[in-house]
């Protein structure tokens, strides 16, 4: 027995040996495969990537069949009981968790790097005060990188430190910025004497006049928990946007804007907005049965059920449902919770949705207790994207250092007209 695939062409014949490593085969060896020596060769043809990998990573693993989820090893149920979020960036970027000094080193620098220059300010300010704060957070990740021409160093070892610190410090002051200017409120700058998801709360709903506002620890440590769920999920479509931008060797700011408009979509991290709206249209519990019959006719997808990957329950759904009971025991229990119970007791009980795997993903129960917590249905994309951040960044500085990476340039299968001339082809 050897590890190759024997391929036989029936077209001529001929037989190939494809090495086997990894229990995957490289799709460049299938391009010996012709009829005819002119032939370009085979190809394979995977329309989304459904089964194919783009990369080796170390960062993050997954296993779709056991609902398992793993940062650098870690169980994520582990990483969320025990760990903050930083912690965990760290982790993700640099591969190991931080000893105490490692961990206070880290913290200071992205705590200095939390300000934004003062004409981000005005940037946000020529949004409409009903922009989408989506939209918002990848105009000024952007043009972020117009302030920072080091950011175009990025092979140099100290000037990606430096991004990183940036990105990662500066996300939930735009963040909370957006929110702001929605709201008409003036800006509340970063406090560097506060942790990471504290300083945020504060950026957020601290009143301009109000000079002892406190977030409530409670709802503090439920966000830096929900963070580290969020920080970072394998080869998922805005991790995808970051490795395929960054492959060109664009700049990380320009890279993460990619990724934050990848995760807007609903079908990704917008989905945590859609299933709270899905929520207030349903409006009871007795008009489950009816969503329940619209999707199964396929006339709308359930929000926040289903994911490419698990084909079981989605280990981060099990443990912001937890996290919903400790703030409900704060801000009071969010009423859509009892829809949202019903809805996925009925479709776990059906077979339907039990033949197509479709289980709650981390977007089902997340809006619920973003909504519980005071912030608009808008901002949910946004709560996503600051933790994602780190994973991103790690995922990036990991393509940059694979030697077998280079610019990502999928080929096609083409199917337009074959040559044809202007002058004979008649106009219609
Ligand atoms: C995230 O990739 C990641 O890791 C993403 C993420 C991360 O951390 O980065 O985990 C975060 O994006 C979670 C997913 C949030 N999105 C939603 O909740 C939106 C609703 N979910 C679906 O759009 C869908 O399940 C996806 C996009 C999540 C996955 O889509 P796939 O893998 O392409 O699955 P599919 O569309 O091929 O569906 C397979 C079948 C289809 O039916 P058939 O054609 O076989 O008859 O399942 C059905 C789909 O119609 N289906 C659903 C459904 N999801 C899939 N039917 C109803 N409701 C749904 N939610």
Redo the contacts with the bound molecule.
């Keep these: 027995m050897t590890d190759t695939l024997s391929i036989k062409d029936n077209r001529t014949g001929k037989t190939y040996e494809i090495p086997i490593q990894d229990d995957s085969i490289r799709a460049m060896d299938l391009r010996q495969i012709k009829v005819s020596d002119s032939d370009f060769g085979m190809m394979s043809y995977d329309p989304?990537y459904?089964n194919t990998a783009s990369c080796r990573s170390s960062i993050t693993f997954?296993d779709g069949e056991k609902g398992i989820l793993r940062y650098r090893g870690y169980p994520i149920e582990e990483l969320a009981e025990k760990c903050e979020y930083l912690e965990v960036a760290y982790l993700l970027i640099h591969g190991e968790l931080p000893n105490k000094n490692q961990y206070e080193e880290w913290k200071h620098n992205i705590t200095y790097h939390t300000m934004v220059h003062e004409n981000v300010k005005k940037l946000l300010e020529e949004f409409r005060y009903d922009a989408h704060p989506m939209g918002m957070l990848i105009s000024a990740i952007a043009a972020l990188s117009t302030f920072y021409p080091d950011v175009k160093n990025i092979f140099d070892e100290n000037s990606r430190r430096l991004q990183i610190y940036r990105l990662i410090g500066k996300m939930p002051t735009l963040a909370a910025y957006a929110y702001r200017h929605s709201q008409g409120m003036a800006y509340v700058y970063p406090n560097n004497d506060l942790e990471y998801a504290e300083n945020f709360l504060t950026m957020m709903y601290k009143p301009p006049a109000s000079s002892n506002y406190k977030a409530n620890p409670v709802l503090s440590k439920a966000l830096d928990v929900l963070f580290v769920l969020?920080a970072?999920?394998?080869?998922?479509?805005?991790?995808s946007a970051m490795r395929g931008v960054g492959s060109t060797h664009a700049d990380p700011f320009s890279s993460a804007a990619a990724a934050t408009a990848a995760?807007y979509?609903?079908?990704?991290?917008?989905?945590?907005e859609?299933?709270v709206r899905m929520l207030e249209e349903i409006g009871s519990k007795d008009k489950v049965p009816e969503i329940i019959r619209q999707?199964?006719e396929?006339k709308?997808?359930?929000?926040?059920?289903?994911?490419?990957?698990?084909r079981n329950y989605?280990p981060?759904a099990r443990i912001v449902k937890k996290i919903a009971d400790e703030v409900f025991a704060v801000t009071g229990r969010n009423k859509l919770l009892d829809i949202a119970l019903e809805l996925e007791k009925v479709a776990l009980s059906d077979e339907?949705?039990i033949s197509?795997?479709?289980y709650p993903?981390?977007?089902?129960y997340s809006g619920l207790i973003y909504q519980a917590m005071g912030f608009p249905m808008d901002i949910f994309p946004v709560l996503?994207a600051i933790p994602?951040m780190s994973?991103w960044l790690a995922q990036w500085q990991e393509m940059l250092a694979d030697s077998e990476q280079k610019i990502s340039r999928p080929r096609q299968i083409y199917t337009g007209y074959p040559e044809r001339h202007l002058d004979s082809t008649p106009r219609q």
């Design positions: 989304a459904l997954i969020h970072d999920h394998e080869q998922n479509a805005s991790t995760l979509g609903p079908l990704h991290g917008g989905a945590n859609e299933v999707v199964k396929k709308r997808l359930l929000m926040g059920f289903g994911h490419r990957v698990y989605d981060r339907y949705f197509k795997h479709l993903n981390v977007d089902f996503f994602r994973g």
